[in-house]
């Protein structure tokens, strides 16, 4: 029988618990022991409330009750983001969770939708959006299981406490026999040659000793980071909001369920509907402004009453240059870090997670089983940091000194080769690993680009009418199936009211 393996995860944010989390459910304790370590007195990062939908298949994995954890998180639904002022100041578009209208006959919908659109007989590519339809009404509803209905074509995540969330997963973990132990780690000791992490030591004095360590101590990076040395590589030339303000405010009457961002002077604010409050923080470069001119911006756009002060936060884009070395793991930030514009930490978070899991170890990490990982990891972090690059060097707002920088960096090729085959004629490479697909690129390029040049030349297998027709009608479809469905809020009333007392009237 092989021995069994001793796991220690270091951190208890809401990597360190959405890590112990899904191991204690997958991995049962004849096969490993699972340990957390984490400190009362080293807080967490305390933001991260906005989500993807991969976060709905991390749940359900591990047999968590949609409404149970809604209620006690505080959480909303989240149908997309409404990027503000982007494009150009003014101009508003909407990154879905879902496709634009339907495929027809092997064609993808943006495709014949550029035809028809180039003979000016379409509509704006939103209306064909069930998600986006139903996001700027307000209203929400599950999706269809009937892959055939237009109401199928979308998914959506959740805006949470993420901290409470956290405690979710903690009591869960515990139930299942992780063993929590409180305490400061003031001492990580390795081998000579800087390998492999031998144990930790805690403010106690008391000594633990692993297999593996999974690194959860946020920006810290205590393991793999200061210990093992693992080199941070920065993306900050390309990313450069290095800041972020952030401050609860009262909750809105009107929930929206989807992510505001708003781009503001030198970067730009978000504003995530709760339950119990709602989200606000401003993402910038200090190169750009001042800490206190940020503070102030943020303050003054925000709707209903501030309850908090403004927080500081400081951070850098870009991630370790590899993940996993010896046998030591990093799961969330001290594996590394991009902004918050199209909510991927968490994600990040659960992608580690998820690879782990599938290349799951011996007692013994094997140098194939770490490449693959750190291969796969890699992946995941390019292809979002190119996809935020892309609201940067995209953006419209000439003669403001931050935006006129974005727009005019040296950005990676993998991005100009994916703007310049949409430019012409609105392609756009579906990835067989990592985010984002073509109807998440599609959504930004339209916004922030502009419709293509030219279209798919199968689409001439069709005549103009016939295509314009089958638009019309998909549209009907969504009017009318939009119109009936309940607003956002009821919806949570009905479904997942929650428990926690409302900081404050709407
Ligand atoms: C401005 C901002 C906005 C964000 N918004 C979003 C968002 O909308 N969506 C999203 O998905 N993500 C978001 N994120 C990212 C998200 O907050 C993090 O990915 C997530 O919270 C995970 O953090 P973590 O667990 O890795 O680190 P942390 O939350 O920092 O946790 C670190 C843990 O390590 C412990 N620790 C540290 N040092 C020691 C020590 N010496 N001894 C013992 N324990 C120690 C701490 O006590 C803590 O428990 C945002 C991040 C920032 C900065």
Redesign the pocket.
């Known amino acids: 029988m092989n021995e069994k393996i001793r796991i220690v995860i ?7 618990w959405m890590t112990a989390a899904a191991l204690s459910h997958v991995v049962t304790d004849k096969v490993c022991d699972l340990v957390l ?4 007195a ?10 993807i939908p991969a976060i709905k298949e991390f749940n359900d994995k591990l047999g968590i009750i949609e409404p149970d954890m809604m209620k006690k998180t505080g959480a909303t639904f989240k149908l997309g983001i409404e990027f503000d002022g982007w494009g150009a100041p003014g101009k508003r578009y909407m990154h879905p969770f879902g496709s634009f209208g339907k495929s027809f006959q092997g064609m993808d919908f943006h495709q014949y939708w550029l035809k028809v659109h180039q003979k000016g007989l379409a509509e704006p590519l939103e209306s064909y959006s069930y998600s986006i339809q139903a996001a700027r009404q307000g209203k929400f509803t599950f999706p269809a299981s009937d892959a055939n209905a237009i109401a199928s074509t979308y998914s959506y995540a959740y805006h949470f406490d ?1 901290g409470l969330y956290a405690n979710y997963l903690k009591e869960m973990s515990v139930g299942k026999g992780v063993s929590r132990i409180e ?4 001492q990580v000791k390795c081998t000579d040659d800087r390998a492999r992490v031998e144990k930790i030591v805690l403010e106690s004095g008391q000594e633990i000793t692993a297999d593996y360590f999974i690194d ?5 990076s ?1 393991l793999l980071g200061a210990e093992l040395g693992v080199e941070f590589e920065s993306w900050s030339h390309w990313l450069p909001c290095d800041r ?1 303000v ?1 401050a609860a405010s009262e909750v809105m009457s009107s929930m929206p369920p989807y992510t505001k961002s708003t781009a503001q002077a030198a970067g730009w604010q ?1 504003r ?1 509907p709760l339950q119990h409050r709602t989200g606000n ?1 401003y ?1 910038y470069s200090s190169h750009h402004i001042s800490d206190d001119e940020a503070a102030s911006s943020l303050l003054h756009p925000i709707q209903g009453a501030p309850l908090s002060d403004p927080a500081l ?1 400081k ?1 850098e884009a870009g991630r370790r240059k590899v993940n996993w070395k010896g046998n030591c793991i990093a ?4 594996g590394g ?1 991009l ?2 514009l199209e ?7 659960q992608v580690s997670i998820q690879q782990l899991l599938n290349l799951f170890p011996d007692k013994h990490p094997s140098a194939p089983l770490v490449d693959e990982f750190n291969r796969r990891i890699d992946l995941e972090y390019e292809r979002i940091r190119d996809f935020l690059i892309l609201h940067y060097v995209a953006n419209g707002r000439e003669g403001e000194s931050f935006w006129d920088d974005c727009r005019q960096m040296k950005f990676p090729d993998s991005l100009r080769e994916k703007i310049s085959l949409y430019a012409s004629r609105g392609y756009i490479d579906q990835y067989k690993y990592g985010l984002f697909s073509p109807s998440s690129w599609l959504a930004v390029l339209m916004g922030q680009v502009g419709g293509a040049r030219g279209y798919e030349r199968v689409c001439d297998n069709q005549s103009v009418q016939r295509l314009a027709d089958r638009m019309q009608s998909i549209k009907h479809s969504i009017d009318s199936g939009v119109a009936d469905l309940s607003s956002h809020r009821e919806f949570i009333n009905d479904y997942c009211k929650s428990q926690i007392g409302e900081l404050a009237h709407g």
């Open positions: 270091v951190g208890g944010g809401t990597a360190g370590v984490e400190s009362d080293i807080g967490t990062v305390g933001v991260g409330e906005a989500t993420a305490g400061r780690v003031t959860c101590t946020g920006f810290r205590l972020a952030t978000w995530i923080g993402v936060l951070f799961v969330g930030l001290s870090f902004e918050p909510s991927t930490s968490i994600y990040l978070i």
